[in-house]
Protein backbone atom coordinates (compact mmCIF):
# COMPACT_ATOMS: atom_id res chain seq x y z
CA UNK A 1 0.00 0.00 0.00
CA UNK A 2 2.69 2.41 0.93
CA UNK A 3 4.72 1.72 -2.48
CA UNK A 4 1.41 2.32 -4.67
CA UNK A 5 0.75 5.06 -2.38
CA UNK A 6 4.70 6.52 -3.27
CA UNK A 7 4.27 5.57 -6.91
CA UNK A 8 1.14 7.86 -7.45
CA UNK A 9 2.64 10.52 -5.61
CA UNK A 10 5.49 10.15 -8.02
CA UNK A 11 3.33 10.38 -10.93
CA UNK A 12 1.24 13.08 -9.74
CA UNK A 13 4.38 15.19 -10.37
CA UNK A 14 3.72 14.26 -13.89
CA UNK A 15 0.48 15.42 -14.11
CA UNK A 16 -1.12 18.59 -14.44
CA UNK A 17 -5.04 19.63 -14.76
CA UNK A 18 -6.01 19.79 -18.67
CA UNK A 19 -8.34 22.74 -17.37
CA UNK A 20 -5.60 24.84 -15.39
CA UNK A 21 -3.69 24.52 -18.75
CA UNK A 22 -6.46 25.67 -20.80
CA UNK A 23 -6.03 28.79 -17.93
CA UNK A 24 -2.33 28.99 -19.25
CA UNK A 25 -3.12 29.06 -22.83
CA UNK A 26 -5.38 31.97 -22.59
CA UNK A 27 -3.28 34.18 -20.37
CA UNK A 28 -0.26 33.75 -21.72
CA UNK A 29 -2.19 34.65 -25.38
CA UNK A 30 -3.01 37.73 -23.84
CA UNK A 31 0.00 38.69 -22.74
CA UNK A 32 1.48 38.12 -25.97
CA UNK A 33 -1.05 40.22 -27.00
CA UNK A 34 -0.04 43.05 -24.59
CA UNK A 35 3.76 42.69 -25.65
CA UNK A 36 3.04 43.24 -29.00
CA UNK A 37 0.91 46.36 -28.74
CA UNK A 38 3.69 47.72 -26.43
CA UNK A 39 6.09 46.59 -29.09
CA UNK A 40 4.44 48.30 -31.85
CA UNK A 41 5.29 51.92 -30.27
CA UNK A 42 8.68 51.05 -31.39
CA UNK A 43 8.38 49.13 -34.51
CA UNK A 44 10.15 51.53 -36.53
CA UNK A 45 12.98 52.18 -33.82
CA UNK A 46 13.68 48.25 -32.97
CA UNK A 47 12.59 46.43 -36.24
CA UNK A 48 13.30 48.48 -39.22
CA UNK A 49 16.47 49.88 -41.63
CA UNK A 50 16.01 53.06 -40.04
CA UNK A 51 16.10 52.59 -36.13
CA UNK A 52 18.93 51.63 -33.90
CA UNK A 53 19.79 48.54 -35.30
CA UNK A 54 19.33 48.12 -39.04
CA UNK A 55 19.40 44.76 -40.64
CA UNK A 56 23.14 44.80 -41.47
CA UNK A 57 24.30 45.69 -38.09
CA UNK A 58 22.52 42.82 -36.74
CA UNK A 59 24.37 40.64 -38.83
CA UNK A 60 27.66 42.31 -38.24
CA UNK A 61 27.60 43.02 -34.57
CA UNK A 62 24.99 40.66 -32.80
CA UNK A 63 24.24 37.75 -35.23
CA UNK A 64 24.92 33.77 -34.29
CA UNK A 65 25.49 31.23 -37.38
CA UNK A 66 22.47 29.56 -35.58
CA UNK A 67 20.32 32.41 -35.50
CA UNK A 68 17.05 32.61 -37.77
CA UNK A 69 14.45 35.71 -37.90
CA UNK A 70 11.17 35.97 -39.87
CA UNK A 71 12.26 39.79 -39.27
CA UNK A 72 15.07 39.79 -41.03
CA UNK A 73 13.56 39.11 -44.42
CA UNK A 74 12.76 42.64 -45.38
CA UNK A 75 14.05 45.53 -43.09
CA UNK A 76 11.15 47.93 -44.99
CA UNK A 77 8.47 49.25 -42.04
CA UNK A 78 5.41 48.23 -44.37
CA UNK A 79 6.57 44.39 -44.68
CA UNK A 80 7.36 44.30 -41.21
CA UNK A 81 4.08 45.88 -40.05
CA UNK A 82 2.41 42.98 -42.25
CA UNK A 83 4.64 40.50 -40.50
CA UNK A 84 3.50 42.09 -37.04
CA UNK A 85 -0.11 42.12 -37.96
CA UNK A 86 0.65 38.40 -39.17
CA UNK A 87 2.34 37.36 -35.38
CA UNK A 88 -0.90 39.50 -33.98
CA UNK A 89 -3.52 36.77 -35.76
CA UNK A 90 -1.23 33.68 -34.56
CA UNK A 91 -1.61 34.79 -30.98
CA UNK A 92 -5.70 35.14 -31.40
CA UNK A 93 -5.61 31.91 -32.99
CA UNK A 94 -3.68 30.61 -30.07
CA UNK A 95 -6.03 32.68 -27.76
CA UNK A 96 -9.03 31.18 -29.11
CA UNK A 97 -7.98 27.77 -29.13
CA UNK A 98 -8.12 27.24 -33.52
CA UNK A 99 -5.69 24.22 -34.39
CA UNK A 100 -3.68 24.73 -30.77
CA UNK A 101 -0.83 22.61 -32.03
CA UNK A 102 -0.42 24.72 -35.03
CA UNK A 103 -0.67 27.98 -33.62
CA UNK A 104 1.38 26.79 -30.62
CA UNK A 105 4.13 26.43 -33.04
CA UNK A 106 4.13 29.14 -34.96
CA UNK A 107 3.29 31.52 -32.16
CA UNK A 108 6.86 29.68 -30.73
CA UNK A 109 8.45 30.74 -34.37
CA UNK A 110 7.53 33.96 -34.44
CA UNK A 111 8.51 34.79 -30.71
CA UNK A 112 12.42 33.44 -31.56
CA UNK A 113 12.12 35.81 -34.97
CA UNK A 114 11.53 38.28 -32.42
CA UNK A 115 14.34 37.33 -30.02
CA UNK A 116 16.89 37.31 -32.90
CA UNK A 117 16.05 40.38 -34.45
CA UNK A 118 16.73 42.79 -31.70
CA UNK A 119 18.71 40.80 -28.99
CA UNK A 120 19.80 44.20 -27.07
CA UNK A 121 15.67 44.83 -25.75
CA UNK A 122 15.23 40.77 -24.88
CA UNK A 123 15.33 40.37 -21.53
CA UNK A 124 14.27 37.64 -19.26
CA UNK A 125 10.81 37.67 -19.24
CA UNK A 126 10.92 37.07 -22.81
CA UNK A 127 13.14 34.14 -22.24
CA UNK A 128 10.44 32.69 -20.11
CA UNK A 129 7.54 33.76 -22.04
CA UNK A 130 9.61 31.97 -24.90
CA UNK A 131 10.34 28.53 -22.98
CA UNK A 132 6.54 28.44 -22.05
CA UNK A 133 5.43 28.67 -25.27
CA UNK A 134 7.59 25.81 -26.42
CA UNK A 135 6.44 23.06 -23.72
CA UNK A 136 3.20 23.95 -24.58
CA UNK A 137 3.97 22.71 -28.33
CA UNK A 138 4.05 19.38 -26.22
CA UNK A 139 1.15 19.86 -23.79
CA UNK A 140 -3.13 19.90 -24.38
CA UNK A 141 -3.87 22.95 -23.83
CA UNK A 142 -6.77 23.17 -26.29
CA UNK A 143 -8.49 20.58 -24.69
CA UNK A 144 -10.87 22.78 -23.27
CA UNK A 145 -12.38 26.34 -23.49
CA UNK A 146 -11.35 26.21 -27.21
CA UNK A 147 -12.48 26.38 -31.01
CA UNK A 148 -10.54 23.32 -31.27
CA UNK A 149 -12.65 21.22 -28.44
CA UNK A 150 -16.09 22.68 -29.95
CA UNK A 151 -15.02 20.26 -32.95
CA UNK A 152 -14.82 17.14 -31.06
CA UNK A 153 -18.26 17.00 -29.55
CA UNK A 154 -16.81 14.37 -27.17
CA UNK A 155 -19.48 14.05 -24.04
CA UNK A 156 -18.30 15.71 -20.75
CA UNK A 157 -19.01 12.13 -19.15
CA UNK A 158 -15.81 11.05 -20.53
CA UNK A 159 -13.44 14.40 -20.98
CA UNK A 160 -10.84 14.18 -18.52
CA UNK A 161 -9.23 16.67 -16.44
CA UNK A 162 -5.83 15.37 -15.44
CA UNK A 163 -2.73 15.21 -17.89
CA UNK A 164 0.04 12.83 -17.08
CA UNK A 165 2.96 12.92 -19.38
CA UNK A 166 6.24 14.16 -19.90
CA UNK A 167 5.63 17.15 -21.04
CA UNK A 168 4.15 18.01 -17.40
CA UNK A 169 7.36 17.21 -16.02
CA UNK A 170 9.10 19.86 -18.14
CA UNK A 171 6.83 22.62 -17.60
CA UNK A 172 7.08 21.98 -14.03
CA UNK A 173 11.18 21.65 -13.93
CA UNK A 174 10.60 24.68 -16.21
CA UNK A 175 9.34 26.45 -13.28
CA UNK A 176 11.96 25.12 -10.73
CA UNK A 177 14.82 25.73 -12.86
CA UNK A 178 13.29 29.59 -13.44
CA UNK A 179 13.46 29.99 -9.20
CA UNK A 180 16.69 27.44 -8.60
CA UNK A 181 19.46 28.13 -10.99
CA UNK A 182 18.43 31.73 -10.16
CA UNK A 183 19.54 31.40 -6.52
CA UNK A 184 22.56 29.49 -7.38
CA UNK A 185 23.59 31.47 -9.38
CA UNK A 186 23.22 34.50 -6.78
CA UNK A 187 26.73 33.50 -5.12
CA UNK A 188 28.19 37.04 -4.14
CA UNK A 189 28.20 38.21 -0.03
CA UNK A 190 25.58 40.67 -1.03
CA UNK A 191 22.95 37.89 -1.04
CA UNK A 192 24.40 35.26 0.94
CA UNK A 193 26.10 36.83 4.08
CA UNK A 194 25.44 40.98 4.21
CA UNK A 195 22.15 40.82 2.47
CA UNK A 196 22.33 44.48 1.03
CA UNK A 197 21.29 43.03 -2.48
CA UNK A 198 17.93 44.86 -2.23
CA UNK A 199 19.55 47.74 -0.83
CA UNK A 200 21.47 47.98 -3.95
CA UNK A 201 18.58 47.05 -6.27
CA UNK A 202 16.16 50.02 -4.88
CA UNK A 203 19.25 51.95 -5.63
CA UNK A 204 18.71 51.42 -9.47
CA UNK A 205 17.25 54.64 -9.76
CA UNK A 206 15.71 53.87 -13.76
CA UNK A 207 13.86 50.73 -11.97
CA UNK A 208 13.16 51.55 -8.40
CA UNK A 209 9.37 52.57 -7.92
CA UNK A 210 7.32 55.02 -5.63
CA UNK A 211 6.87 51.97 -2.86
CA UNK A 212 10.57 51.20 -2.96
CA UNK A 213 11.53 54.68 -2.33
CA UNK A 214 9.55 54.48 0.83
CA UNK A 215 11.29 51.30 1.50
CA UNK A 216 14.49 52.00 0.83
CA UNK A 217 15.48 54.08 4.15
CA UNK A 218 14.67 50.82 6.13
CA UNK A 219 18.13 49.02 5.88
CA UNK A 220 17.43 46.09 8.46
CA UNK A 221 13.96 45.22 6.61
CA UNK A 222 16.24 45.40 3.33
CA UNK A 223 17.99 42.38 5.11
CA UNK A 224 15.61 40.75 5.66
CA UNK A 225 13.52 40.95 2.16
CA UNK A 226 17.41 40.09 0.85
CA UNK A 227 17.31 36.83 3.02
CA UNK A 228 13.65 36.10 2.18
CA UNK A 229 13.85 36.07 -1.57
CA UNK A 230 17.26 33.95 -1.57
CA UNK A 231 15.65 31.06 0.18
CA UNK A 232 12.07 31.11 -1.50
CA UNK A 233 14.20 31.05 -4.73
CA UNK A 234 16.68 28.30 -3.65
CA UNK A 235 14.12 26.26 -1.36
CA UNK A 236 10.23 26.75 -2.48
CA UNK A 237 10.35 25.38 -6.10
CA UNK A 238 11.44 22.50 -5.04
CA UNK A 239 8.41 21.18 -3.39
CA UNK A 240 6.71 20.77 -6.50
CA UNK A 241 8.79 17.34 -6.50
CA UNK A 242 7.89 15.96 -3.80
CA UNK A 243 5.65 12.67 -4.06
CA UNK A 244 3.22 13.37 -0.99
CA UNK A 245 0.81 16.60 -0.19
CA UNK A 246 1.37 17.28 -3.90
CA UNK A 247 -1.34 19.49 -4.42
CA UNK A 248 -0.50 21.55 -1.07
CA UNK A 249 3.17 21.89 -2.00
CA UNK A 250 2.02 23.01 -5.22
CA UNK A 251 -0.27 25.84 -3.73
CA UNK A 252 2.47 26.67 -1.39
CA UNK A 253 4.48 27.12 -4.35
CA UNK A 254 2.42 29.25 -5.72
CA UNK A 255 1.23 31.70 -3.26
CA UNK A 256 5.11 32.29 -2.02
CA UNK A 257 6.33 32.97 -5.78
CA UNK A 258 3.92 35.11 -6.76
CA UNK A 259 3.82 36.80 -3.78
CA UNK A 260 7.50 37.54 -4.53
CA UNK A 261 6.58 38.82 -7.79
CA UNK A 262 4.08 40.95 -6.72
CA UNK A 263 6.81 42.06 -4.24
CA UNK A 264 9.25 42.87 -7.52
CA UNK A 265 6.40 44.38 -9.01
CA UNK A 266 5.50 46.86 -5.79
CA UNK A 267 9.60 48.24 -5.56
CA UNK A 268 10.72 47.24 -9.40
CA UNK A 269 10.14 47.72 -12.97
CA UNK A 270 10.85 44.42 -14.17
CA UNK A 271 8.69 44.47 -17.18
CA UNK A 272 7.48 41.37 -18.78
CA UNK A 273 9.13 39.10 -16.42
CA UNK A 274 6.79 39.76 -13.77
CA UNK A 275 4.18 39.21 -15.83
CA UNK A 276 5.32 35.87 -17.42
CA UNK A 277 6.53 34.65 -13.55
CA UNK A 278 2.97 35.10 -12.11
CA UNK A 279 1.01 33.65 -14.85
CA UNK A 280 2.97 30.71 -15.62
CA UNK A 281 2.02 29.22 -12.31
CA UNK A 282 -1.76 28.97 -13.35
CA UNK A 283 -0.89 25.85 -14.98
CA UNK A 284 0.46 24.54 -12.00
CA UNK A 285 -2.94 24.49 -10.07
CA UNK A 286 -3.71 21.19 -8.90
CA UNK A 287 -7.51 19.35 -9.56
CA UNK A 288 -8.36 20.44 -6.15
CA UNK A 289 -8.42 23.95 -6.75
CA UNK A 290 -9.44 23.50 -10.50
CA UNK A 291 -12.81 22.34 -8.93
CA UNK A 292 -13.22 24.63 -6.78
CA UNK A 293 -12.38 27.69 -8.82
CA UNK A 294 -14.07 26.42 -12.33
CA UNK A 295 -17.64 27.10 -11.77
CA UNK A 296 -16.77 30.92 -10.27
CA UNK A 297 -14.64 31.16 -13.18
CA UNK A 298 -17.53 29.53 -15.74
CA UNK A 299 -19.90 32.26 -14.51
CA UNK A 300 -18.15 35.27 -14.59
CA UNK A 301 -16.07 34.66 -17.41
CA UNK A 302 -18.53 36.47 -19.99
CA UNK A 303 -21.14 35.78 -22.51
CA UNK A 304 -18.55 33.99 -24.44
CA UNK A 305 -17.68 31.26 -22.38
CA UNK A 306 -21.33 30.55 -20.86
CA UNK A 307 -22.50 30.57 -24.57
CA UNK A 308 -20.21 28.15 -25.40
CA UNK A 309 -21.15 26.22 -21.82
CA UNK A 310 -24.85 25.97 -23.35
CA UNK A 311 -23.98 24.61 -26.40
CA UNK A 312 -20.87 22.81 -26.81
CA UNK A 313 -20.65 19.51 -24.96
CA UNK A 314 -17.10 19.63 -24.91
CA UNK A 315 -17.20 22.61 -22.25
CA UNK A 316 -19.43 21.21 -19.75
CA UNK A 317 -17.33 21.51 -17.06
CA UNK A 318 -19.38 21.26 -13.88
CA UNK A 319 -19.67 17.12 -15.13
CA UNK A 320 -17.45 14.51 -15.77
CA UNK A 321 -14.97 12.40 -12.98
CA UNK A 322 -11.31 13.10 -13.02
CA UNK A 323 -9.30 10.53 -13.99
CA UNK A 324 -5.50 10.51 -16.04
CA UNK A 325 -5.52 10.95 -19.62
CA UNK A 326 -1.91 9.95 -21.15
CA UNK A 327 -3.14 10.96 -24.86
CA UNK A 328 0.05 11.91 -26.46
CA UNK A 329 2.89 9.99 -28.76
CA UNK A 330 5.41 7.87 -28.34
CA UNK A 331 7.84 10.84 -30.26
CA UNK A 332 7.01 13.95 -28.96
CA UNK A 333 7.40 12.79 -25.20
CA UNK A 334 11.01 11.33 -26.69
CA UNK A 335 12.00 14.97 -27.95
CA UNK A 336 10.50 16.37 -24.80
CA UNK A 337 12.49 14.16 -22.75
CA UNK A 338 15.49 15.06 -24.70
CA UNK A 339 15.44 18.56 -24.70
CA UNK A 340 14.10 18.65 -21.05
CA UNK A 341 17.58 17.08 -20.39
CA UNK A 342 19.31 19.91 -22.53
CA UNK A 343 17.96 22.66 -20.87
CA UNK A 344 18.98 20.95 -17.34
CA UNK A 345 22.36 20.74 -18.95
CA UNK A 346 22.57 23.96 -20.03
CA UNK A 347 21.27 25.34 -16.85
CA UNK A 348 24.51 23.45 -15.36
CA UNK A 349 26.72 24.90 -17.55
CA UNK A 350 25.76 28.42 -16.31
CA UNK A 351 26.33 27.50 -12.75
CA UNK A 352 30.14 26.65 -13.97
CA UNK A 353 29.16 22.59 -14.44
CA UNK A 354 29.82 22.52 -18.60
CA UNK A 355 27.88 19.41 -19.25
CA UNK A 356 26.92 19.87 -22.97
CA UNK A 357 29.81 19.44 -25.80
CA UNK A 358 31.24 22.77 -27.69
CA UNK A 359 29.66 20.76 -30.79
CA UNK A 360 26.20 20.59 -29.84
CA UNK A 361 25.60 24.18 -28.46
CA UNK A 362 23.70 24.79 -31.71
CA UNK A 363 20.89 23.40 -30.11
CA UNK A 364 20.64 25.82 -28.09
CA UNK A 365 21.36 28.51 -30.14
CA UNK A 366 18.44 27.38 -33.21
CA UNK A 367 15.96 26.35 -31.54
CA UNK A 368 16.32 28.92 -28.54
CA UNK A 369 16.78 26.39 -25.81
CA UNK A 370 19.01 29.03 -24.22
CA UNK A 371 18.69 30.73 -20.72
CA UNK A 372 20.41 32.16 -17.90
CA UNK A 373 18.26 33.06 -14.74
CA UNK A 374 20.91 35.48 -13.44
CA UNK A 375 18.37 38.62 -12.50
CA UNK A 376 20.50 40.37 -10.31
CA UNK A 377 23.25 37.59 -10.05
CA UNK A 378 25.79 37.01 -9.16
CA UNK A 379 25.83 40.71 -7.74
CA UNK A 380 23.13 43.21 -8.21
CA UNK A 381 24.38 46.03 -11.14
CA UNK A 382 25.94 49.02 -9.87
CA UNK A 383 26.26 51.40 -12.25
CA UNK A 384 23.33 53.59 -11.96
CA UNK A 385 22.66 56.79 -14.28
CA UNK A 386 20.68 58.67 -16.75
CA UNK A 387 20.89 59.47 -20.16
CA UNK A 388 20.92 63.39 -22.03
CA UNK A 389 20.18 63.62 -25.55
CA UNK A 390 22.17 66.69 -26.31
CA UNK A 391 20.95 68.36 -29.22
CA UNK A 392 22.91 71.69 -30.93
CA UNK A 393 20.05 73.97 -32.61
CA UNK A 394 20.58 76.57 -35.62
CA UNK A 395 21.66 79.06 -33.09
CA UNK A 396 24.38 76.97 -30.99
CA UNK A 397 22.35 76.30 -28.19
CA UNK A 398 22.54 72.83 -26.20
CA UNK A 399 18.74 71.29 -25.52
CA UNK A 400 18.06 68.08 -24.17
CA UNK A 401 15.83 66.07 -26.65
CA UNK A 402 14.92 63.60 -24.05
CA UNK A 403 13.57 66.21 -21.78
CA UNK A 404 10.87 67.58 -24.96
CA UNK A 405 14.00 70.29 -26.11
CA UNK A 406 15.04 72.09 -22.72
CA UNK A 407 18.10 73.51 -21.91
CA UNK A 408 20.85 70.84 -20.67
CA UNK A 409 20.64 70.09 -17.31
CA UNK A 410 23.34 67.46 -15.61
CA UNK A 411 21.95 67.38 -12.79
CA UNK A 412 20.53 64.54 -11.23
CA UNK A 413 16.68 64.59 -11.82
CA UNK A 414 13.95 63.98 -9.27
CA UNK A 415 13.53 60.56 -10.11
CA UNK A 416 15.07 59.17 -13.44
CA UNK A 417 12.31 56.40 -14.28
CA UNK A 418 10.63 58.99 -15.78
CA UNK A 419 12.66 59.79 -18.35
CA UNK A 420 12.78 56.52 -19.67
CA UNK A 421 10.16 55.76 -22.37
CA UNK A 422 9.52 52.18 -21.52
CA UNK A 423 11.36 48.82 -20.06
CA UNK A 424 12.67 47.58 -23.71
CA UNK A 425 14.33 51.54 -24.03
CA UNK A 426 15.55 50.94 -20.39
CA UNK A 427 16.99 47.49 -21.23
CA UNK A 428 18.45 48.39 -24.72
CA UNK A 429 20.11 51.87 -22.70
CA UNK A 430 21.69 48.92 -20.23
CA UNK A 431 22.59 47.04 -22.82
CA UNK A 432 24.92 49.82 -25.03
CA UNK A 433 26.43 51.08 -22.32
CA UNK A 434 28.84 48.13 -22.30
CA UNK A 435 32.13 48.27 -24.81
CA UNK A 436 31.29 45.24 -26.67
CA UNK A 437 27.96 46.94 -28.03
CA UNK A 438 29.98 50.62 -28.52
CA UNK A 439 29.57 49.97 -32.42
CA UNK A 440 26.30 50.32 -32.20
CA UNK A 441 26.20 53.52 -30.75
CA UNK A 442 26.07 55.46 -34.01
CA UNK A 443 22.89 53.56 -35.13
CA UNK A 444 21.25 54.80 -32.45
CA UNK A 445 22.43 58.68 -32.29
CA UNK A 446 21.45 58.41 -36.18
CA UNK A 447 18.26 57.38 -35.33
CA UNK A 448 17.22 59.75 -32.75
CA UNK A 449 18.24 62.78 -34.67
CA UNK A 450 16.39 62.06 -37.44
CA UNK A 451 13.36 61.35 -35.12
CA UNK A 452 13.76 64.58 -33.66
CA UNK A 453 13.81 66.71 -36.68
CA UNK A 454 11.24 64.93 -38.01
CA UNK A 455 8.64 65.45 -35.17
CA UNK A 456 10.27 68.62 -34.12
CA UNK A 457 11.04 70.57 -37.02
CA UNK A 458 11.12 74.27 -35.87
CA UNK A 459 13.72 73.18 -33.21
CA UNK A 460 15.83 71.42 -35.86
CA UNK A 461 19.20 70.69 -34.35
CA UNK A 462 22.13 69.80 -36.06
CA UNK A 463 24.32 67.78 -34.08
CA UNK A 464 23.36 64.85 -31.30
CA UNK A 465 25.55 64.12 -28.51
CA UNK A 466 24.38 60.65 -26.18
CA UNK A 467 26.09 61.42 -23.00
CA UNK A 468 25.52 58.96 -20.11
CA UNK A 469 25.94 60.70 -16.58
CA UNK A 470 27.16 57.62 -14.66
CA UNK A 471 26.44 57.48 -10.94
CA UNK A 472 28.30 54.52 -8.93
CA UNK A 473 26.05 53.10 -6.05
CA UNK A 474 28.73 52.69 -2.40
CA UNK A 475 27.22 50.88 0.71
CA UNK A 476 25.73 52.72 3.13
CA UNK A 477 23.63 55.17 1.32
CA UNK A 478 26.47 56.53 -0.66
CA UNK A 479 27.35 57.40 -4.33
CA UNK A 480 31.20 58.02 -5.88
CA UNK A 481 31.23 61.22 -7.91
CA UNK A 482 29.39 61.93 -10.62
CA UNK A 483 30.86 61.02 -14.04
CA UNK A 484 30.26 62.26 -17.76
CA UNK A 485 30.38 59.57 -20.42
CA UNK A 486 29.95 60.75 -23.79
CA UNK A 487 29.51 58.31 -25.88
CA UNK A 488 28.60 59.23 -29.59
CA UNK A 489 27.85 62.20 -31.59
CA UNK A 490 26.52 62.53 -34.62
CA UNK A 491 25.50 64.87 -36.89
CA UNK A 492 23.08 66.13 -40.19
CA UNK A 493 25.94 67.03 -42.15
CA UNK A 494 26.55 63.88 -44.61
Not at 139 to 166: C, H, I, M, V
Not at 300 to 311: D, E, K, P, Q, V
Amino acid sequence: MRENFFIQGIRYVFTLDLRALALLRISLSVLLLLDLIFRLADLKAFYTSEGVLPADALFRFQWNTWYFSLFTSNDNGAITSLLFLGYFICICCLLLGFRTKLFTFIVWMCLISLHNRTPLVTQAGDHLLRMLIFWGMFLPWGNFLSLDASTKRRSAASQPYAYESFACLAYTCQVVFLYFFSAILKNSPEWRSEFTAIYYALSLDQLVRPVGEWLYPHTSLLKAMTAGVYYVELVLPLLLFLPFFNSWCRLAVIVGTVSLQLGIFATLNAGLFTATSILMMVGLLPPSTMDKIWPWLSIRAGSAIAMANRLLPSYAIFRGKTFISRNYSIFSESVVALALVYVLAWNMGTIGKKVIPDKLLWIGYFFKLEQHWAMFAPTVYKNDGWFIYQGTNGQGRYIDILREGRPVNYEKPKRVAELVRNDRWRKYGENILMQSNAPLRPYMCDFLLKEWNSSQPQQAITHLKIIYMHELTLPNYQTAPLERWELCTCSTNP
